[in-house]
């Protein structure tokens, strides 16, 4: 039952409090050559946990989380997280951020970026979602903004 003085989960302090404690992963980080790898760590009523990790150069498309909201963690390397902006006198860009270990990002419903392993070594990453994904729909920047390449589902592609 909901009330007046339910706070909302803080997805970030769940994100660290998981990356802060992988004994208590049920799997070990795995490494896959071809390409990302992850695991569900765990599974709420009001959200998931997921583990990644990522090789150099490894990355995702450009991304929803259809309509769920969450945060990711850095536990260990370095991510680049890149989100696309629409200034009013040009074509889309993509802004960049980089996230190092022990720091984290929040992120609402409607937001989508791509994230990448730059850096010289494998990272490993902590991500929580709320609700848990259903649907993540795949975009690719073009001349006029963002244009939907395809629209994965849990259970299918994931």
């Known amino acids: 039952?909901?009330?007046?003085?339910?706070?909302?989960?803080?997805?970030?302090?769940?994100?660290?409090d998981y990356a802060g404690r992988p004994l208590d992963w049920p799997v070990a980080p795995r490494f896959n050559p071809a390409s990302r790898w992850y695991h569900r760590l765990a599974e709420h009523a009001d959200h998931e946990v997921w583990l990644l990790t990522w090789l150099p150069g490894q990355g995702t498309d450009l991304h929803d989380h259809g309509g769920s909201a969450?945060?990711?963690?850095?536990?260990?390397?370095?991510?680049?997280?890149?989100?696309?902006?629409?200034?009013?006198?040009?074509?889309?860009?993509?802004?960049?951020?980089?996230?190092?270990?022990g720091t984290g990002r929040r992120f609402g419903t409607q937001h989508i970026h791509r994230v990448t392993n730059h850096?010289?070594?494998?990272?490993?990453?902590?991500?929580?979602?709320a609700p848990a994904l259903r649907t993540m729909t795949r975009y690719r920047l073009g001349p006029n903004g963002l244009e939907t390449i395809a629209v994965d589902r849990a259970g299918a592609q994931w």
């Open 70 to 101: 969450g945060a990711f963690y850095v536990v260990a390397g370095v991510l680049t997280e890149e989100t696309p902006r629409h200034p009013t006198d040009g074509p889309p860009t993509l802004v960049s951020r980089t996230l190092t270990a």
């Open 119 to 129: 850096g010289p070594t494998p990272a490993i990453s902590v991500h929580v979602y």
């Open 1 to 16: 039952m909901s009330s007046a003085f339910d706070v909302p989960a803080d997805h970030l302090a769940i994100a660290a």
